[in-house]
């Protein structure tokens, strides 16, 4: 029985001198502990890459349709148009410069008149009702500058945060969502 023992001992250390110098699947279980960070900072650059673009996208598109209001065009051009469209008319000239980069559909664009410059952002931009940070649903008014007035133009999408892993891509409003801004303070020339 004694000997046995000895065998089956022999036997296991024999089994565990084996097991320690084997280095079959080494590397797959490496890829497995290291895999995981990768592909969130991956996806976090990435992704990161993307708001930013999206961002440029959106602050070209406001820049030059608020070119319009400036210099008097949009305001000739849409004359006849009722005051109740003027807002969408307004919204269609900067999604018409989005691209499709951006869904038209997310797009609000708010548009203010001021005797003055304002001093800092003209109204708060996202309240927190309940504890649901969102975009303020009084976002979006459209006061058609006249020549030589202050007009401040904002627009605002509120982009998909695609990739939320770990927590390296985080939203600031609720939804899972990112609230992307643009805007152009200007006074209008005298057309």
């Not at 961002?55 to 820049?63: I, K, P």
């Not at 009702?129 to 975009?135: Q, V």
């Not at 390296?168 to 200007?186: M, Q």
Request: proline share 6%.
């Amino acid at each position: 029985m004694f000997s046995i023992f000895r065998i089956q001992s022999a036997i296991g250390r024999h089994s565990l001198r084996r097991f320690r110098k084997d280095e079959n699947g080494a590397t797959a279980i490496e890829l497995s502990l290291v895999a995981l960070p990768f592909f969130a900072l991956l996806f976090a650059i990435l992704e990161g890459a993307l708001v930013f673009w999206a961002n440029q996208v959106l602050g070209t598109a406001v820049t030059d349709a608020s070119r319009e209001l400036y210099t008097g065009r949009f305001q000739n051009s849409t004359s006849a148009t009722p005051p109740a469209d003027l807002a969408g008319k307004f919204r269609q000239e900067v999604c018409d410069r989005v691209g499709g980069f951006l869904s038209c559909d997310a797009l609000k664009v708010d548009v203010r008149t001021y005797a003055s410059f304002p001093n800092g952002v003209p109204t708060p931009i996202v309240t927190d009702p309940d504890g649901t940070r969102r975009l303020d649903p009084n976002f979006g008014v459209y006061q058609a500058p006249q020549a030589t007035q202050i007009a401040v133009v904002q627009a605002a999408v509120e982009y998909p945060v695609l990739v939320p892993l770990m927590g390296a891509n985080r939203s600031n409003i609720t939804g899972n969502k990112r609230l992307l801004l643009s805007s152009a303070a200007f006074r209008t020339e005298p057309f």
